[in-house]
């Protein structure tokens, strides 16, 4: 039974450039959020997915932009890179239980961004 | 909204000893769920233990133990029997209904040899 798998493992970017990341969630989980991690600091929600549509967002800028696919699959979009989206951005997937709090997450290893 | 506080950036524990993370949190909703996390030097966060804030009892899993009171909004995190693969990035956290999870700043705990 496979992971949340996450592409690519890392990559660096200049200011300017836009970059897209992929994850594949765990199987049998519907559900994916993706988190932004600097370094030294605790992750930082961007945005959760279900049903191919974002549910919540966190406090980030329309540039961070995502995407669902009927296989569960989801893509994170960044645009107009800036030097201080380098960071680690990580992939959580987790079953949907409705309004229940019980929301074990399983996360990727992530892809770290370098943008130079 | 929801806010977590990890007030320890850095711990010392030697080997086979117990040590205790400390974490308090800060909600207006009545129903949460309190999480742990490891995250080891390769970056993937590892799920450890979960609290319910309706749980009376405190969670437990093997020699992770949740500390949970409840009044004065404290979730710690004890670590019995510490061992050198403890040595990590630990994550206090918190979600309620199922979508956005908040995270503290992390505690770095050293296991010494």
């Known amino acids: 039974d496979a992971g949340v798998t996450q592409s690519p493992t890392h990559l660096i970017k200049t200011r300017g450039q836009q970059v897209t990341l992929r994850c594949s969630p765990k199987?049998?989980?519907?559900?994916v959020s993706w988190y932004q991690q600097a370094l030294g600091q605790g992750p930082q929600f961007i945005f959760q997915?279900?049903?191919?549509?974002?549910?919540q967002r966190g406090n980030f800028p329309d540039r961070f932009s995502g995407h669902q696919f009927p296989n569960y699959s989801s893509e994170l979009n960044v645009n107009a890179l800036l030097l201080g989206d380098s960071a680690l951005y990580l992939c959580a997937s987790s079953p949907l239980r409705g309004h229940q709090t019980y929301n074990e997450q399983f996360f990727g290893p992530g892809t770290r961004l370098t943008v130079l | 909204a929801q806010k977590i506080t990890q007030t320890q950036p850095g711990m010392f524990v030697q080997e086979k000893e117990a040590v205790t993370l400390d974490c308090t949190y800060d909600t207006s909703d009545q129903s949460y769920g309190l999480f742990w996390y490891k995250q080891p030097s390769s970056g993937e966060m590892i799920f450890l233990i979960y609290q319910g804030s309706y749980d009376e009892q405190n969670a437990t899993e093997g020699r992770y133990s949740l500390n949970f009171q409840k009044a004065r909004k404290s979730a710690n995190l004890v670590i019995s029997a510490s061992q050198l693969g403890d040595s990590a990035m630990y994550f206090c956290?918190?979600?309620?209904?199922?979508?956005?999870?908040?995270f503290g700043a992390g505690t770095r705990l050293f296991v010494k040899a």
């Open positions: 997915y279900y049903e191919e549509e974002e549910r």
């Open positions: 956290a918190s979600n309620t209904g199922g979508f956005k999870t908040i």
């Open positions: 199987s049998g989980h519907d559900t």
